[in-house]
């Protein structure tokens, strides 16, 4: 009896290790709670070994992160008005943001030298609003928006780097008509087109519109630069080559295969060289019938949302997200069917190269495969919408080895360096759609769900959440110590050139002209100067302050009650107020960023006669 049930309690104990075995095969790899913390743990005052920069979509932000602690160290406004730095209410950064009230920020971009990171600038698109921005890494701060860019309607295919930076890209997700005046919808396919924008990025990284390219009217969705041997190139996915307008779901769904469009961009420069270009609302626009061997499309199943250049710039590989397979073309394979004119048709004069003289193979990683990314050490990884899992698979035999479950509904992946010529394969973030039940309830609307995956192990391991505000659709991370080098604690005073700088208390002081009022004031531990002012209803005051310290982290803030101005003034820097009251009476003034034991002491009047 006793050996019975000591065999039965054996059996139970084998089955039992056998279902979590089973689990773990079905993509269940969680770490130990003590192991996986101990990875993540960064302990009080060391710094974390990467940045992350995740999109911050409607929100038009950009959310930076420490790896592998997950911590959220700053929100860098870019294309919103965010009223605790000021951006958006002082002059300068209003005339940045155009008049906008807000941005979705979807795909973020590094500057490279020679396929890597080189911790310059990021770049952020402004879908919504056809506009790109550049965050200068030394300050963690927005310094250039170009846009709204001619022609281009929502640059969802946007911002991608060339492999020495010399371009960004946007491309149309919105088909209109170019340029853009009224035409009848009836007649998308022949009055509409898409357009790609080459936006050139100088030395000092200032955008200017170089060219753009006609296409026809299809949906372009992501991009990727090439990088090694298809350097030079530029590929950019597309839904929509049915070129429908009405219930895209459906009618936008009927073709097995869409395309991947391949764009020289070298072509490009010669041909605007050349002049052989048209001016459409300022902007130079080629027409790739005009200019052959500029543009070509290579079908790829279905409806791709990714196109990614794998780290030896050898594969293009598209993640069809109606499609169960990821496909994988040759770059060499491309370059040798267009010797060979080796195509199947054209669409608006860009030829259709033959499927299967590109593809060499078709990855069966799972349903809705959205995006990949690489390890550096032969692996690519997958993002699978439907099935709430990331896929491993091999770039040499082409086979899925490894899956692991998020949660839930994952949409883009970003990987340490994972797009760039040497990724350091440690550290993926699976940025999810819908997190559900995963943090504590606090109503209908639910933080997005970012999952730290460890990728050093035989198999990937899901060892942290990290929630996220509004919305990340991408991100780029990047090794710390390739930005701590360039980063400011201060602006240096001799740095600021501002028209209206003030370094001390001697070169404050109150101009006039007409009914302008300008006001040279700077901010110290604990007071401003001058901190009494008297004008007259109807004159428009400018504030222009300068925080004279040169301590590091001792910003000060300038807000104005009963009013719309408010920012915060880092230490040698100097920012512009326009206030216009509207009725007398007696404005306080204060320092609205915390600075000293004497804060509440750092105020000022402005007096309004009648």
């Known amino acids: 009896m006793r050996t019975r049930r ?11 290790v056998l279902l979590v075995n089973a689990c773990g095969d079905d993509g269940q790899q969680t770490g130990s709670t003590g192991d996986a913390a101990q990875r993540v743990y960064v302990a009080p005052g060391d710094y974390d070994e990467y940045f992350a920069f995740l999109s911050g979509g409607h929100s038009g932000q950009v959310f930076v992160y420490g790896l592998p602690s997950g911590r959220h160290l700053n929100t860098i406004p870019v294309f919103t008005p965010e009223s605790a730095s000021g951006w958006g209410y002082d002059e300068h950064s209003k005339e940045m943001l155009g008049g906008f009230l807000w941005g979705d920020a979807h795909h973020p971009g590094l500057s490279e030298t020679d396929g890597d990171y080189d911790g310059r600038w990021l770049f952020i698109n402004d879908m919504a609003n056809a506009r790109i921005a550049r965050i200068d890494l030394d300050v963690f701060k927005t310094k250039q928006i ?3 860019l001619p022609n281009v309607s929502a ?47 100088g030395d000092d990284g200032t955008m200017n519109l170089d060219f753009e390219v006609l296409t026809p009217p299809f949906h372009w969705d992501k991009s990727d630069a ?27 769904s009927q073709n097995e295969r869409d395309f991947i469009a391949a764009l020289d961009w070298r072509k490009g420069r010669e041909a605007v060289a050349a002049g052989k270009f048209k001016l459409v609302d300022g902007a130079k626009v080629i027409d790739p019938a005009e200019v052959p061997g500029l543009m070509y499309l290579l079908p790829t199943p279905k409806s791709p949302h990714g196109v990614d250049i794998d780290p030896s710039g050898t594969r293009i590989i598209g993640n069809g997200k109606l499609a ?4 994988v073309h040759s770059f060499e394979q491309f370059q040798t069917a267009v010797a060979e004119k080796d195509f199947i048709g054209e669409y608006g004069g860009i030829p259709v190269v033959r499927y299967e003289a590109t593809r060499v193979a078709e990855v069966p990683v799972g349903l809705g495969p959205l995006h990949t990314q690489f390890d550096g050490r032969g692996y690519a990884y997958t993002s699978l919408f439907l099935d709430s899992q990331v896929a491993k698979w091999s770039l040499e035999t082409y086979e899925v080895v490894d899956k692991v479950d998020v949660h839930y509904s994952v949409g883009h992946l970003t990987a340490s360096e994972g797009d ?46 990290i929630p996220t505000y509004m919305e990340p659709h991408y991100g780029q991370i ?20 501002h028209a209206q700088r003030a370094l001390n208390e001697a070169e404050t002081g109150v101009t006039r002209d007409g009914k302008d009022v300008h006001v040279k004031m700077v901010a110290v531990r604990t007071h401003f100067y001058p901190d009494t002012l008297t004008v007259d209803l109807g004159e428009t005051v400018y504030f222009h302050v300068t925080n004279v310290e040169q301590d590091r982290d001792i910003a000060h803030g300038f807000g104005i009650l009963r009013s719309n101005v ?3 003034i880092e230490p040698g820097e100097t920012k512009t107020a326009k206030f216009t009251p509207e009725t007398p009476g007696i404005y306080p003034f204060y320092c609205s960023n915390f600075c000293s034991a004497l804060h509440q002491e750092m105020q000022g009047y402005l007096a309004v006669r009648p």
């Not at 169960?324 to 496909?327: E, L, P």
């Open 420 to 465: 760039t010529k040497h990724p350091t394969g440690e550290w993926l973030l699976s940025l999810n759609k819908i997190s559900k039940d995963r943090y504590l309830p606090m109503g209908p609307t639910h933080p997005e769900g970012a999952q730290l995956i460890d990728l050093t192990r035989p198999t990937m391991e899901l060892i942290l959440d």
């Open 155 to 201: 640059n969802h295919a946007s911002t991608f780097v060339t492999e020495n930076t010399e371009y960004v890209f946007a491309a149309s997700r919105f088909s209109a008509p170019v340029p853009n005046t009224y035409q009848s919808i009836a007649e998308y396919k022949n009055k509409f087109n898409g357009v790609i924008a080459a936006v050139a990025v």
């Open 226 to 252: 090439g990088k090694g041997p298809s350097h030079g190139w530029v590929f950019f996915s597309c839904y929509n080559s049915e070129q429908a307008y009405t219930k895209l779901e459906v009618n936008a």
């Open 6 to 16: 000591a065999l039965a309690l054996t059996m139970s104990a084998f089955a039992i």
């Open 146 to 148: 170009i846009g709204p």
């Open 478 to 497: 990047i090794k710390a110590d390739k930005v701590i080098p360039r980063v400011k604690t201060i602006f240096p005073m001799e740095e600021n050139h």
């Open 324 to 327: 169960a397979v990821t496909v």
């Open 566 to 568: 408010d920012f915060q």
